[in-house]
Structure formats: structure tokens, C-alpha cells
């Protein structure tokens, strides 16, 4: 009796966690990181002491959040090494960490710019995240379906930058369309190396989102202040 109500109540207390999980992207999402924990236990259906067993402090709410999507994109990426062919298992892979993503850019940003973070358990699905992006990327290059020139590093800053630009589309249709033509740019039948005008790459080199080409001065590295400041940081702890 006794480890029938014990299980009973882990499985109760999984269902509570999936459940807050759940509720809390969803508030993030529409409301931001300053949405109440009370407002995420209402919509989870339980009450704010549950919350608070569970997540004693918002940040380890908002990395649970940030953990249980990026470990979601991990399982996607692995699925599809295992279903289909390298190429096209590349590129659906970054169709779905786009559009998955394009909601979660405050969390990214929590995740980036806090000095503390990230936390072992989000370092860990950062790391299987990358291995993912790496296995799929080589494995879609020695297939001779992109182009050698692109690294890890790259796939992932320009898909956060394709969410970005995903997120700021009313209409997600144009936006998806234009986030295929950035993709475009990785396959093997573009000419590699090739320079815009005035700007060597063409993208922010923090989020991967496209710079506005520039007629006089130095050429543009960052979108804007966050991003280079975000940069210098990396330089710092690498």
C-alpha cells in the first residue's frame, strides 16, 4: 500500500511539473519574464505553493523552460538522423529549431546575458543541442549537400537569427519564406566565401540576423549594442 501511494504520488507530482513546464512557456511567451509565478500556477491549475516546491526561484523556472526546449529540439534532430536522408534531415532540423524558437528569444537572452547562467543542467543540453547541430551539419556535407565553409558555430547563430526574424513577421507565411532563402545560403550550390559590397558576412556575427549593407565606414559586425556587448562577454570567459 505504502509503494503504491509513493508512486502514485511521483507520478502526481511528474504530472504537476509537466504541467507547470507547459504553463509557464506559455506565459513567458505571451507576457514575458516578469509575468507573476501565481499567474503560471493558475494556469497550470495548481496552486503557488506547488510552484514554489518545485522551482524555488523564477530563474530556475525560466531554465527548466529553456532545458525541456532545447532537449525537444534535440530529440527532433536526432528522429530525423534516424528517418531520412542527410540533407534534408539538415535542413528540416533548422526549419524546426526556427520555428520553434522564434517565441523563446527572451529566454535566450536571460540564458546569455546573465553572468550565472548557464547552470549545469543547461549547460548539458546546450552541449547536446551543438552535438546534434554538429552530427546533422557533417553528416549533410559529406553528402555534398552544403557547403564546406559553414561550422556549427554558424548554423547555430544564424538559426537564432532566422527566429528572430521569424518573430517579428505579422505574417508567419512571408516569414517562413524568407527564412528559406536564408537557409538556401548553406547549400553546397552557393558560391562559398562570396563577399557582399561592404559587409564580409553579411549577418551579425552573435545572432546570425541580417545587416543592412553600408556605403561608407567600417563594415558592420553586431546588429546592435546587445549583441556586441554579449560578444565581448564570450571573449571574456572563453
Not at 547541430?133 to 532566422?162: E, F, K, Y
Not at 528572430?164 to 517562413?176: E, F, H, I, N, V
Not at 558560391?191 to 549593407?213: H, I, K, M, V, Y
Not at 553600408?214 to 546587445?226: I, L
Request: proline share 5%; glycine share 10%; hydrophobic share 40%.
Amino acid at each position: 500500500m505504502t509503494t503504491a501511494t509513493s508512486g502514485g504520488d511521483r507520478a502526481d507530482a511528474r504530472r504537476n511539473r509537466a504541467k507547470m513546464l507547459a504553463a509557464a512557456g506559455e506565459a513567458f511567451d505571451e507576457q514575458g519574464l516578469d509575468v507573476p509565478l501565481g499567474e503560471i500556477a493558475r494556469r497550470a491549475g495548481v496552486g503557488a505553493g506547488t510552484v514554489y516546491r518545485h522551482f524555488p526561484t523564477k530563474q530556475g523556472l525560466q531554465e527548466a523552460v529553456f532545458v525541456q526546449h532545447l532537449d525537444e529540439l534535440v530529440a527532433s534532430g536526432e528522429q530525423r538522423m534516424a528517418r531520412f536522408a542527410p540533407t534534408p534531415a539538415f535542413f528540416g532540423f533548422l526549419l524546426d529549431v526556427v520555428e520553434k524558437s522564434d517565441r523563446r528569444g527572451r529566454l535566450c537572452d536571460v540564458v546569455t546575458e546573465d553572468a550565472s547562467w548557464p547552470r549545469p543542467l543547461l549547460r548539458a543540453s546546450v552541449r547536446r543541442f551543438r552535438q546534434v547541430v554538429g552530427a546533422l551539419l557533417h553528416a549533410a556535407q559529406r553528402a555534398g549537400g552544403v557547403r564546406t565553409d559553414v561550422s556549427p558555430d554558424d548554423v547555430v547563430s544564424l538559426t537564432a537569427g532566422c527566429a528572430s526574424m521569424l518573430a517579428t513577421r505579422r505574417d508567419p507565411a512571408a516569414g517562413l519564406r524568407l527564412v528559406q532563402l536564408v537557409l538556401d545560403g548553406l547549400r553546397s550550390g552557393v558560391t562559398e566565401q562570396s563577399a557582399f559590397r561592404d559587409n564580409p558576412t553579411g549577418f551579425c556575427a552573435d545572432c546570425g540576423a541580417p545587416l543592412p549593407l553600408r556605403t561608407t565606414g567600417r563594415p558592420a559586425r553586431y546588429c546592435g549594442p546587445t549583441c556586441r556587448q554579449r560578444a565581448h562577454r564570450r571573449r571574456l570567459t572563453a
